[in-house]
């Protein structure tokens, strides 16, 4: 059966992408991450900043790899569609359920506990309060993006706009300020043997990558994008490479005011190095910036999630509801509130830091996956137009895709319980898959498979 429900209207531009990129990344954890990376390597500087070259060099690469699927294949869904396209539709379901229960809800909700950290820096928060904040952005949010992507793009490039800003002169004054006259560094924890510290460092990739987490999150929104065979790759690679030179930089002006040692000891890093180079007032100061660059990010992931949601229920593997694009709004409401809804429910259930290890090490299975495909489409889809081809093919996504599995098993061997949790989640979606595909017979979802695969509308 011909598929003839509306679909997503081509709106977004090149700022738009840039600013999703920026906007999706750029959350807690520039302000938050820093100090875990130097606890778990032993307050080792050195080592510190080589895991935050990896993860940025690693995030690199998988745009790269993105921008050509994102420029040949312009549909809403992106990875949920490579997957879908190369492995089957199963493998991309699993990816769409995870996202739905863990990698995109759980970013949310990380993100939403997470705002808590700074906003105590302005206002007391009791118990209760520390419940209820992280519920009202992500409804907040959710509400912004029912009402239209347009509006919802314009105030993610407003607020990361004022977020990088921010940022940048942030780093500037840290760095030229510097350390306060008489300050003395705390003593350094005892040296972790070489294995142990090999070890850790691959634990506090995990938290790197949860810092970087988030550009491949612009690909959901291909459908909507004009001129996506130009502006798609562009969008991606300038946003990603922007991000790593930023983070680097503020991970040495923090080192250069608070020592590594003091780096290692905080939770709110960003907050106490403005606070002793500038003064209390600074340091109130940056945790608006924190607040902002928070719902930014909430705001970015609550636009682009949906749309996975939204492309699975047009294949008839999800709730059918999901695919109504709203007579008025133009938006996939049903899928917006229905994801921001369960990322509720996860905000008000987990830690911080459970969710960050759930979210990046599921996502980290699929990230790989869709790498994969893009040898797949040179294989298989030769004849399709490529105006933009990863750079190094096929060494840029092999890297990509070897890094993510030793993502994966690194996590598997160093924190196996969370790791059971994540796949169990993801696994759990297969009996849901065969149930759907049982209620809901292919023709009525209007797509479903590889068939799929020549549709190149983005609706």
């Not at 539709?89 to 759980?106: D, H, M, N, R, T």
């Not at 850790?200 to 970087?212: N, R």
């Not at 809804?341 to 869709?370: D, K």
């Not at 890094?403 to 924190?415: E, K, R």
Request: charged share 10%.
């Amino acid at each position: 059966m011909k598929d003839e429900t509306p679909g997503l209207a081509r709106i977004l531009g090149l700022r738009d992408l840039i600013a999703i990129v920026f906007g999706t990344v750029i959350g807690s954890g520039v302000f938050i991450i820093p100090g875990t990376v130097l606890r778990q390597v032993g307050a080792r500087v050195d080592v510190a900043l080589t895991v935050w070259v990896i993860g940025g060099v690693l995030s690199l690469l998988g745009a790269l790899t993105y921008g050509e699927l994102g420029a040949m294949k312009p549909e809403a869904g992106g990875l949920y569609v490579y997957i879908r396209d190369a492995f089957g539709p199963l493998p991309a379901f699993l990816y769409g359920w995870s996202l739905f229960f863990v990698i995109g809800s759980g970013s949310v909700a990380a993100l939403a506990v997470a705002s808590t950290l700074y906003l105590g820096e302005l206002v007391p928060l009791n118990a209760l309060g520390t419940r209820i904040v992280p519920l009202v952005l992500i409804a907040l949010c959710a509400l912004i993006n029912v009402r239209g992507t347009r509006h919802s793009a314009t105030l993610t490039t407003w607020t990361t706009a004022a977020k990088i800003l921010a940022i940048v002169g942030m780093t500037i004054a840290l760095l030229v300020v510097g350390r306060a006259p008489g300050s003395v560094d705390a003593p350094p924890p005892a040296p972790l043997p070489i294995l142990a510290l090999l070890s850790a460092s691959g634990l506090a990739m995990i938290a790197t990558l949860w810092a970087y987490e988030g550009w491949q999150y612009v690909t959901f929104s291909a459908g909507e994008t004009r001129d996506p065979q130009r502006t798609f790759p562009l969008g991606i690679v300038t946003g990603t490479a922007g991000i790593v030179v930023l983070y680097l930089l503020a991970n040495i002006a923090y080192v250069r005011v608070l020592g590594g040692a003091g780096v290692a000891r905080s939770d709110r890093v960003a907050a106490d190095a403005v606070t002793v180079a500038l003064g209390p007032a600074a340091g109130r100061a940056i945790a608006i910036v924190a607040e902002i660059a928070v719902f930014s990010a909430l705001n970015s992931v609550v636009l682009t999630a949906p749309r996975v949601f939204y492309a699975m229920a047009r294949d008839g593997v999800f709730f059918r509801r999901l695919a109504e694009v709203h007579p008025r709004f133009g938006t996939p409401a049903f899928a917006i509130l229905a994801g921001a809804a369960w990322a509720m429910v996860l905000a008000a259930s987990g830690t911080f830091e459970q969710l960050l290890t759930y979210v990046i090490f599921s996502g980290w299975i699929f990230y790989g996956l869709g790498a994969l495909s893009v040898f797949w489409y040179r294989r298989y889809r030769p004849e399709a137009a490529r105006p933009f081809r990863v750079p190094g093919y096929p060494l840029t996504p092999a890297l990509f895709v070897i890094s993510a599995l030793a993502l994966v098993v690194n996590t598997m061997i160093g924190q196996p319980g969370r790791a059971a949790i994540g796949l169990g989640i993801v696994l759990l979606g297969a009996p849901a898959f065969y149930a759907w595909r049982r209620w809901l017979p292919s023709g009525e979802g209007g797509r479903s498979g590889r068939s799929a695969s020549t549709r190149t509308d983005g609706a």
